[in-house]
């Protein structure tokens, strides 16, 4: 069972905002950078935000996270339909020590 | 730029061991800034975190998989490995390899890139 959890689902038509929340606790989110990832479907995860809110090489800044408390999100602006995927959140556990990811949220384009 | 690329059989029969390896090209294993990692995805389902090396030698494991996983790393021939024993149906699941940015002092711990996944099935 994931200690991150994210609402399982989030829409939108082209062009709006979404925006999803990832929960934790003080031993991850609370004490850890967080990391975003996207899969689109069929293929492999691919790393969107890594330390809270900075883009990797070749993402749009379209994407953005953000991060408070034991809490964090991310937020797509100008969605586009290549934006439907499922979108997970992750971060180090010092108590579990082990990696770990969010429930995983689906982005549906209306 | 890096690449992964898993490989190993598709199909494992139940009670037997699964061998995955993982072949880096365009830079090296040996790169100390790095680490090198195995997630798992059940289909349909969410990412799990196995375990990680290091050019050394050095692994470190999801302590929920109660030590089923082991984890190995050939630099002369730029590849690590995952090798799991006694596999049951469970264990039918699509494996990532990915190079692991570790460094638990800066709160910095992300995977990227990855390769593009390899379906074991588990089935007699």
């Known amino acids: 069972q994931s200690v991150l959890t994210q609402t399982p689902s989030a829409s939108g038509t082209p062009g709006q905002r979404v925006t999803i929340s990832c929960s934790g606790s003080s031993s991850n989110i609370g004490s850890n950078n967080v990391n975003w990832y996207q899969q689109l479907p069929g293929t492999a995860p691919k790393l969107l935000i890594y330390?809270?809110?900075q883009w990797p090489s070749g993402v749009p800044d379209r994407f953005s996270g953000s991060k408070s408390g034991t809490s964090a999100s991310l937020a797509i602006s100008g969605l586009q339909s290549e934006d439907e995927a499922d979108y997970y959140c992750a971060a180090w556990d010092d108590s579990l020590n082990r990696y770990v990811f969010g429930t995983g949220t689906k982005v549906t384009v209306l | 730029q890096l690449h992964l690329q898993e490989s190993g059989p598709g199909l494992v029969k139940p009670s037997e061991t699964l061998s995955l390896t993982c072949t880096v090209s365009g830079g090296s294993i040996t790169n100390s800034n790095y680490h090198w990692g195995w997630i798992r995805q059940p289909p349909g389902k969410g990412l799990e975190w196995i375990g990680s090396?290091?050019?050394?030698?050095?692994?470190y494991y999801n302590p929920s998989l109660k030590n089923r996983f082991t984890i190995s790393i050939d630099t002369s021939k730029n590849q690590f490995s995952l090798k799991l024993s006694s596999v049951t149906a469970a264990d039918t699941t699509v494996y990532y390899c990915?190079?692991?940015?570790?460094?638990?002092?800066?709160?910095?711990?992300?995977?990227?890139?990855w390769g593009q996944g390899t379906l074991v099935t588990v089935s007699s």
């Open positions: 330390s809270n809110n």
């Open positions: 090396v290091y050019y050394n030698g050095r692994t």
């Open positions: 990915a190079r692991h940015i570790h460094r638990l002092a800066a709160a910095q711990n992300w995977f990227d890139p």
